[in-house]
């Protein structure tokens, strides 16, 4: 190719998602998965803060995952078994006023569907809002596992939640009560 037919302009539709899928494809974000290269003194993870099925990411979001990446490549190239844990998170109260209100407009209540259809009608929200996340975090560049992505109602993760709850509660360290509560 000669510089006359080089472009004056970038265009990172034609590179970015084409680099990025062969990027995927090969495992370049994936930790070491062979314990004789592994060093457990040279390890590095985050687990992105899940963002919430209730929409699409803002730019706090990319700001977010833009001080990540940076991290997580740094690690990377010192050497380090590095890990960017994916998932998002079902967002219990604000997801179930997001299906609710489309219920809403079909008029129906979470009562008129039962709970095991509500809940059907909350991972149907996922696929379609949880699936435009993950591909805005793709288009991002941000350079997680996906092989490894989660999801807050996945069976294994509910469960946990589930156990810590009851361990908190047997502990003393949870309880109800009538309180104010903070949100931060």
């Given at each position: 190719m000669s510089i006359d037919?080089?472009?004056?302009n970038?265009?990172?539709v034609n590179i970015e998602q084409k680099w990025y899928k062969i990027w995927e494809q090969q495992g370049h974000f994936k930790p070491q998965s062979n314990p004789a290269i592994i060093d457990?003194?040279?390890a590095?993870?985050?687990?992105l803060p899940p963002p919430n099925v209730t929409?699409?990411?803002?730019?706090?979001?990319g700001f977010n995952n833009t001080i990540m990446d940076t991290l997580t490549r740094y690690h990377r190239m010192k050497g380090y078994n590095t890990l960017?844990?994916?998932g998002t998170d079902h967002?219990?109260?604000a997801t179930q006023m997001v299906v609710e209100r489309q219920l809403g407009q079909q008029g129906l209540s979470r009562h008129d569907l039962g709970r095991e259809k509500f809940i059907d009608k909350i991972w149907a929200w996922k696929e379609q809002s949880g699936n435009n996340i993950t591909r805005q975090i793709r288009r991002l560049g941000s350079s997680v596992d996906w092989s490894r992505e989660r999801f807050t109602m996945d069976d294994g993760l509910s469960q946990a939640v589930k156990e810590v709850f009851v361990r908190l509660y047997d502990e003393g360290l949870i309880y109800r009560g009538k309180r104010l509560v903070n949100w931060d």
């Open positions: 037919n080089l472009s004056t970038y265009n990172p457990k003194q040279n590095f993870s985050i687990a929409g699409s990411l803002h730019m706090g979001h960017w844990q994916p967002a219990g109260i």
